[in-house]
């Protein structure tokens, strides 16, 4: 079951891997062979896990890519459910 109100994966990130491991930004980025800025973006909720960042992820702290990537998409998810009621489409009806 989806969580309603999941965090983003920033702070998933910020709270599992690089605190407990004692990583500044700087030197996580530098063990996920990113610039500081992109981790930073991720870090701080400004942007999400890219199929690549997921493989820099898993290599660098463990587990899986797709694991990774569904923390991402269960986010995106929720985010976008909160809005659905307004999000206006025409039904397709085939002729």
Same mark, same amino acid.
């Given at each position: 079951m989806?969580?309603?109100?999941?965090?983003?994966?920033?702070?998933?990130?910020?709270?599992?891997?690089i605190?407990?491991?004692? !990583? #500044?930004?700087?030197?996580?980025?530098e063990?996920?062979? /990113? $610039?500081?800025?992109a981790?930073?973006?991720?870090?701080?909720?400004?942007?999400?896990?890219?199929?690549?960042?997921?493989?820099?992820?898993?290599?660098a702290?463990?587990?899986?890519?797709?694991?990774? !990537? #569904?923390?991402?998409?269960?986010?995106d998810?929720?985010? /976008? $459910?909160r809005r659905?009621?307004?999000?206006?489409?025409?039904?397709?009806?085939?002729v």
């Amino acid at each position: 079951m989806p969580m309603k109100d999941p965090p983003h994966p920033g702070e998933v990130i910020r709270e599992l891997c690089i605190e407990p491991a004692g !990583l #500044t930004v700087t030197a996580a980025a530098e063990v996920l062979g /990113v $610039s500081r800025k992109a981790l930073s973006e991720l870090l701080n909720g400004h942007s999400g896990i890219s199929p690549e960042m997921a493989v820099r992820l898993s290599k660098a702290f463990g587990g899986s890519i797709e694991s990774w !990537l #569904t923390q991402q998409m269960q986010y995106d998810l929720a985010k /976008v $459910s909160r809005r659905a009621a307004g999000i206006e489409v025409k039904r397709y009806e085939p002729v």
